[in-house]
Each structure stands twice: as C-alpha cells, then as structure tokens.
C-alpha cells in the first residue's frame, strides 16, 4: 500500500491550505486513516483521524473548530483542510493509515503505513 499526500505549501497565519491523500497498491481495507505532523524538535503527533468508514473523527484540542479530516472511500482517499492556520501548525504532515485495532487511531504508533509527508509552513 502507498500513500501519497499533496497540498503542502507557504501559507500567511491566518490563511487556509487543504492537504490530500491517496492510497494505491493492493486492495487494502483498514481501520482509520489519519494525519499525523512532526514539528523541528518535537514528536509526532497526530492531528486527525478518521475510522476507515468515516464515521467517527477524532482531532486533537490545538486544531479543534479549525481542522476538518474527510474521506473518500470510492477513491480511497483522506482529506484535511486546515483553516485559521497558526505559526505553531507549521510541520511536516503525514496522512497514514492503520490497519488493525479497534477504534479511530489516535496515536502514531497505532498506524503501519506512512505516506512522504508534505511541508506546512506557516508565517506569522
């Protein structure tokens, strides 16, 4: 399975950037697909998640009212759109995807495949 994100770019603080995501190779079904960034310095947190059939999201406090995950299940795809982006969200993000386990995945280590990654910078 790969996964290639997109959408990456320079943005103004207060600007708006939408990342996408899409899985190709085998046919895989999982559990959750998620972005998940990592900051110079600091570890990988996740940002959003959602379950494999896009039922239930999960994001985390700092991006809460201005992030948005959705996902495209006919096109196997996965989507963040980031609004009111702050200097703090600049970072490399990561859309991956989990294959086991049970509920959205909140965590880094509960996801076993990894897309490139794509830049976000954000000036202040």
């Known amino acids: 399975v790969q996964l290639q994100a997109s959408g990456g770019g320079l943005v103004q603080a207060g600007g708006s950037l939408r990342l996408s995501c899409v899985a190709s190779g085998r046919t895989f079904s999982g559990v959750g697909m998620g972005w998940i960034r990592q900051a110079p310095g600091k570890e990988r947190e996740v940002v959003a998640a959602i379950t494999w059939s896009g039922g239930t999201t999960y994001y985390r406090d700092s991006v809460k009212g201005r992030f948005t995950i959705s996902r495209d299940i006919a096109n196997n795809a996965v989507y963040l759109q980031m609004n009111s982006l702050q200097f703090e969200d600049t970072a490399v993000y990561y859309c991956?995807?989990?294959?086991?386990?049970?509920?959205?995945?909140?965590?880094?280590?509960?996801?076993?495949?990894w897309g490139q990654g794509t830049l976000v910078t954000v000036s202040s």
């Open positions: 991956a995807a989990a294959s086991k386990g049970i509920g959205v995945p909140i965590i880094p280590q509960r996801y076993d495949y």
